[in-house]
């Protein structure tokens, strides 16, 4: 122990200092001499103002820094040799070492109260611990330190604390937080980088290994990154874990609770997962979100609760191009999110009472089958997709902006969306209507009013719709607004298809006219398709094209062109050779 050492001796000078076993103060660095310091469980101090040291040193066993009554902060500049093996390193006040750390099989494990403070560049190649902090205090990672593990690193003891600052970097298997009974630690990261590489099947960042006590690991800047074998991080293992993302990205393949409990939140900053997504097979984790970003490098999916604290605002959703995320757990809180990113956010959740927003700025948002976003203070669609499903339903007042598109059932998909206010369909916007002549058929309900100002009705038809009213729009209170542009079809036919407001209460799609009657001719080209005029219009006599839906005849007045080639999928009502 330091206090057995035998009183410390105040030198001036000295040449290949050896401190095996006893402490000294060097008061200049000039009393160090030119050679190797050598640390052998004995103690070495600054001693009356700073000093900066630019000698080797070699520590064969324990170095003590600090500690003596009078001590100063003292800079080690010099390459440092931990002789093939992990050391201990006791800090007792503020220490830096700057010179380069290495050692096929080197170590360091901080210990006391005091903080070390890395800024050179390291290679501790020990595959046991590389680097361990243990009995508190702080272990840094300055500015431009760049250190590289072979093994991992751990944190066990009372209020011990790593520190990763702008531009450190940082590479280790893997990182445990609380490696011991009743022991526990943080991680404040600043900025720089943290890479764990291990290809371990289970775990790689553990933050609350074991029981007794809670870990930390807060997220202020720069980025941490865990995407190898399962690239899972754990909050809370045995003990308590806490991931708190205040800036900063964080990328993990996987967030899991398991047996104790775990808590992340995300005020600011962006949590980017993978395919492990979030779960919690055997123990709770509670996800707070007010704030920030969620998004993907993978599609993954959570049927953990989310509670949308709103503390930093609305929480952003942006799934990455051909992703989806698939959230089925709870959703609750008094804030909202915004869904960006051009990947698909599937909403699968039985609750979703959540007090706060909800916005669409592009992407998909699908509500799935019979998802209610009751709780939603309104639904905003400032671009994107919005698919229903079969029955859904919106709190509040609900609009789409220019450049957004609603499908009440989903893409191809039958459905009722119902929003239990008012809904605003603004110039730009498109609502796509799956229609069938029979039975169900698309269906928006606005509870409250409905306000039409240049919005696109767009009909994509299931079946072929005879002449009549199909309902595709009701309201509440009054309908209102410029109005809806003109229809357009997905598979355009002969007849005509109008709004039709005349019916309080509902806007109808209203269907009539009827289908032509054609002649092949091929006076244009041998393409049988919607655009040229390779038919003649047997009721008005003149060249026409082809819609949906005609009457279709080839006869000898074709011959000239007797092959045809279909361009296209066409489904006229007859054909007669």
């Not at 390459?79 to 050391?87: E, I, Q």
């Not at 943290?194 to 006590?213: F, M, P, Q, V």
């Not at 939603?376 to 669609?381: E, F, H, N």
């Amino acid at each position: 122990a330091v206090d057995d050492l035998p009183p410390t001796v105040t030198a001036n000078t000295f040449n290949n200092l050896n401190l095996t076993g006893f402490w000294i103060y060097l008061n200049k660095a000039e009393a160090a001499g030119s050679g190797t310091i050598i640390f052998n469980n004995g103690g070495m101090s600054g001693y009356g103002s700073a000093v900066t040291f630019t000698n080797p040193v070699s520590a064969l066993t324990t170095a003590h820094i600090g500690y003596r009554t009078g001590s100063i902060d003292t800079t080690f500049a010099g390459p440092w040799d931990l002789g093939g093996a992990a050391r201990d390193f006791n800090i007792y006040n503020t220490n830096t070492i700057s010179g380069n750390i290495g050692g096929a099989n080197a170590g360091v494990y901080k210990a006391q109260s005091g903080t070390l403070i890395l800024t050179g560049t390291n290679t501790l190649g020990n595959a046991g611990w590389s680097l361990y902090n243990r009995g508190g205090g702080t272990l840094m990672f300055a500015e431009n330190n760049v250190t590289i593990c072979g093994g991992p690193i751990g944190m066990a003891g009372a209020a011990g604390i790593i520190a990763i600052t702008n531009n450190a970097s940082v590479s280790a298997t893997q990182v445990y937080l609380g490696d011991g009974g009743s022991a526990w630690g943080t991680i404040n990261q600043y900025g720089g980088a943290l890479n764990l590489y291990s290809e371990d099947a289970t775990r790689i960042l553990i933050i609350g290994e074991y029981g007794g006590a809670t870990s930390y690991y807060n997220l202020y800047g720069g980025t941490v990154t865990a995407t190898n074998g399962s690239g899972r991080c754990y909050i809370g293992w045995d003990g308590g874990g806490q991931l708190n993302i205040y800036g900063g990205l964080a990328v993990f393949k996987s967030l899991r609770s398991d047996g104790s409990a775990g808590l992340l939140t995300l005020n600011g900053g962006e949590l980017r997962l993978g395919s492990g997504g979030i779960d919690n097979p055997s123990g709770p984790v509670l996800l707070n979100l007010g704030g920030g970003m969620l998004s993907s490098y993978e599609s993954w999916s959570s049927s953990v609760p989310m509670n949308f604290t709103g503390t930093g605002g609305n929480t952003t959703v942006a799934p990455s191009a051909d992703q989806t995320i698939t959230l089925s757990g709870a959703l609750a809180g008094a804030g909202g999110f915004t869904k960006t990113g051009d990947g698909s956010l599937l909403v699968r959740s039985a609750g979703a009472a959540y007090a706060g927003a909800t916005t669409v700025n592009s992407g998909t948002l699908n509500l799935g089958t019979n998802i209610n976003l009751s709780g939603t203070s309104g639904l905003v669609m400032n671009g994107g997709i919005l698919e229903g499903g079969v029955v859904n339903t919106i709190g509040g007042n609900s609009a789409l902006n220019a450049g957004s598109t609603v499908f009440p059932g989903g893409i191809g998909v039958v459905g009722t969306l119902n929003c239990a206010n008012g809904l605003a369909l603004n110039a730009g916007s498109t609502n796509r209507f799956d229609m069938t002549p029979f039975g169900s058929r698309d269906l928006v309900v606005a509870g409250g009013s409905l306000t039409a100002d240049g919005s696109t009705v767009y009909v994509n038809l299931l079946g072929w719709l005879t002449n009549g009213n199909y309902r595709m729009f009701t309201y509440g209170t009054v309908l209102d607004g410029a109005g809806f542009d003109p229809v357009v079809l997905g598979n355009p036919t002969r007849k005509t298809w109008t709004i039709d407001t005349n019916t309080a209460g509902q806007v109808d799609l209203a269907v009539g006219g009827s289908y032509g009657n054609l002649r092949w001719t091929g006076n244009v080209n041998s393409d049988w398709d919607t655009f040229t005029t390779n038919w003649l219009n047997l009721d008005s006599l003149a060249d026409d094209i082809f819609y949906q839906r005609d009457n279709v005849l080839f006869d000898d007045a074709g011959i000239a062109v007797p092959t045809v080639l279909i361009v296209g999928t066409n489904k006229p009502s007859s054909i007669v050779v």
